[in-house]
């Protein structure tokens, strides 16, 4: 589970992020001490239901509203950043 945290559509690039929401996923939630086990499994119901609840909902976009999103993004990053460099110029 920690390997697939790090995969897509996730990507967590920290392990030990990964590690804890892998953890979260297959340990029980309901006993006070768990014992630590790299290869302990859950029930693929469990899983879901847990999961569901972690990314709670979202929506789903076609190609071109998911690229139309991103040069958007894009550019009020390059905004972001001029206004961060006129900032620094007030020092």
Avoid: H, W
């Amino acid at each position: 589970m920690k390997i697939l945290m790090t995969r897509e559509p996730f990507n967590f690039r920290d392990e030990s992020v990964a590690l804890l929401i892998a953890r979260f996923f297959v340990e029980p939630g309901n006993e006070e001490y768990v014992n630590f086990d790299l290869r302990r499994s859950q029930d693929i119901d469990v899983i879901k239901t847990l999961f569901q609840k972690f990314v709670g909902s979202y929506q789903l976009y076609d190609e071109q509203t998911e690229e139309e999103l991103a040069t958007d993004l894009v550019e009020v990053q390059g905004l972001l950043f001029i206004l961060t460099l006129l900032d620094c110029t007030k020092i």
